[in-house]
């Protein structure tokens, strides 16, 4: 008999509220292979790490009902999620800003919109590694 070899996707919450920037982001991630659940806002997203138990969360800082900084922070604060890597996006804080934000927030990451595909990958799979 010939083994069936099933293959591995490494899952993926995004929690953006754009509709935009989620189909963008959810196109680029799938393309890629990644499985990916998507979320509109912060508590929903919470909810969906909760259930669905990613490899990774990217998500949007600036979102209803729980912001990105509150969504990583429950996350890194769960025993059960505190592994579990977070990208945190952004429009509204830049430059010395965004090192200051990832270390208030715990974030594994955090990356300034508009962004560059390539680039988002490159450090999406770096984390995964």
Do not use: W
């Given at each position: 008999?010939?083994?069936?070899?099933?293959?591995?996707?490494?899952?993926?919450?995004?929690?953006?509220?754009?509709?935009?920037?989620?189909?963008?982001?959810?196109?680029?991630?799938?393309?890629?292979?990644?499985?990916?659940?998507?979320?509109?806002?912060?508590?929903?997203?919470?909810?969906?790490?909760?259930?669905?138990?990613?490899?990774?969360?990217?998500?949007?800082?600036?979102?209803?009902?729980?912001?990105?900084?509150?969504?990583?922070?429950?996350?890194?604060?769960?025993?059960?999620?505190?592994?579990?890597?977070?990208?945190?996006?952004?429009?509204?804080?830049?430059?010395?800003?965004?090192?200051?934000?990832?270390?208030?927030?715990?974030?594994?990451a955090v990356i300034e919109k508009p962004i560059d595909s390539a680039?988002?990958?490159?450090?999406?799979?770096?984390?995964?590694?």
């Amino acid at each position: 008999m010939t083994p069936t070899y099933q293959k591995m996707f490494k899952k993926i919450v995004l929690v953006e509220d754009d509709p935009v920037a989620l189909r963008l982001l959810e196109g680029i991630l799938s393309q890629a292979d990644f499985l990916v659940r998507s979320a509109r806002d912060g508590q929903t997203g919470f909810d969906l790490v909760r259930k669905e138990r990613p490899d990774l969360v990217v998500s949007d800082v600036v979102l209803p009902r729980l912001d990105g900084l509150g969504l990583c922070a429950r996350i890194k604060d769960d025993p059960d999620l505190a592994s579990t890597k977070v990208v945190l996006t952004t429009a509204v804080y830049k430059n010395v800003t965004l090192k200051q934000v990832m270390r208030d927030s715990k974030a594994d990451a955090v990356i300034e919109k508009p962004i560059d595909s390539a680039g988002f990958l490159k450090k999406v799979r770096g984390l995964l590694a």
